[in-house]
């Protein structure tokens, strides 16, 4: 499975456009702009929020294998590395880490384009969320081996 670590992001002699780039790996599976009411106490956008854009963003490639029904399990990580504003651009990357037999674990990378500088990705938030397949019960089922998931 391919990983999500944007090139450039993290080197530390990267040129400022790489630094800026939107990530090279990763599937975009969600663009979103919060809203004044979206705000925390401090007028950053509050957290909770950010992690509803992201359970929604991470079920898109896990639906694909799921098929029907799927609830989210786990968030086995969830890192706020910078603070999102009102009117980011955020752009939700999400790459398959793990399927297993009912279950499906993705990793999901948030980059802002800030208001005042649109077309400079600056990643805000990382986060892996596992998703299990489950039937009309809510208990857990296998997930569909026989066609292969649609990947972009
Ligand atoms: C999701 C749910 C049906 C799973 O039931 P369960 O009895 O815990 O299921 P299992 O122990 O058989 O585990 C099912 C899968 O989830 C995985 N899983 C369970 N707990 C996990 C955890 N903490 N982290 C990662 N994966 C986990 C298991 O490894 C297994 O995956 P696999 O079959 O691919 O190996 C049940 O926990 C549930 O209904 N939870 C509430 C879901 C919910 O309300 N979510 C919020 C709104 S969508």
């Known amino acids: 499975m391919s990983t999500t670590q944007p090139v450039g992001h993290t080197d530390p002699s990267a040129t400022e456009s790489e630094r800026f780039a939107p990530p090279s790996q ?5 663009k979103v702009i919060p809203m004044p009411a979206d705000v925390n106490a401090n007028g950053d956008i509050f ?6 854009q992201v359970d929604l963003a991470g079920s898109v490639l896990p639906a694909r294998y799921v098929k029907g029904r799927m609830a989210t399990v786990a968030v086995n ?6 603070p999102v504003r009102v009117g980011d651009i955020l752009s939700f990357f ?4 793990r399927v297993g037999r009912t279950s499906v674990t993705v990793g999901v990378e948030v980059y802002a384009e800030r208001y005042v500088a ?3 990705y600056v990643k805000v938030t990382e986060a892996n969320l596992t998703y299990v397949a489950i039937d009309e019960q809510g208990r857990p089922r ?3 081996r026989e066609s292969l998931p649609q990947t972009d």
Do not use: C, D, T, Y
Not at 77 to 82: H, L, V
Not at 94 to 97: C, D, G, K, Q
């Open 77 to 82: 990580e969830f890192i706020f590395k910078q």
């Open 142 to 144: 296998p997930i569909p």
């Open 94 to 97: 999400a790459s398959i880490r």
């Open 47 to 52: 957290g909770g929020w950010v992690m509803a």
């Open 118 to 120: 649109q077309g400079q």
């Open 26 to 30: 990763g599937v975009l599976v969600m």
